[in-house]
């Protein structure tokens, strides 16, 4: 029904920059609300970013706030997350998301993955020290 695509990942030294995309396809984009996730070895999946339909609010977990910017290109069906200044803790698998709008009461709900229905295959992204 809607299939994501994640590209741009790849290797970065610490302090460097990586712009992430989430190509969509299938469905009618401007239907869904937008999520970056991020998967470290051995770690729980962890929210990073949302993004509202109109791409009009933005919401960041704490741990990237002033260093990643989510963004969104409507006409283009992608969704975009800018990481700067990134640190070693940073490596994971990111994953892109996209919510269903009738399960959003706020945007903070968004950190919860059970309000997405799809989920992109991931990007792995690796910071060195």
């Known amino acids: 029904q809607v299939q994501l695509v994640e590209s741009g990942g790849g290797l970065v030294q610490a302090g460097g920059s990586l712009r992430l995309s989430c190509a969509a396809s299938?469905?009618?984009?401007?239907?869904?609300?937008m999520g970056w996730f991020r998967q470290a070895p051995g770690k729980r999946r962890e929210f990073v970013a949302a993004?509202?339909?109109?791409?009009?609010?933005?919401y960041y977990a704490d741990s990237v706030k002033g260093r990643f910017t989510i963004s969104r290109l409507n006409a283009k069906n992608t969704v975009y997350l800018q990481m700067n200044s990134l640190k070693a803790e940073d490596t994971a698998v990111y994953y892109c998301?996209?919510?269903?709008?009738?399960?959003?009461?706020?945007?903070?709900?968004?950190?919860?993955?059970?309000?997405?229905?799809?989920w992109g295959q991931g990007t792995h992204v690796t910071v060195s020290s």
């Open positions: 998301g996209a919510a269903r709008a009738g399960h959003i009461t706020t945007i903070q709900r968004m950190a919860l993955t059970q309000v997405y229905d799809y």
């Open positions: 993004i509202n339909l109109s791409g009009a609010n933005t």
């Open positions: 299938g469905r009618t984009f401007t239907d869904y609300p």
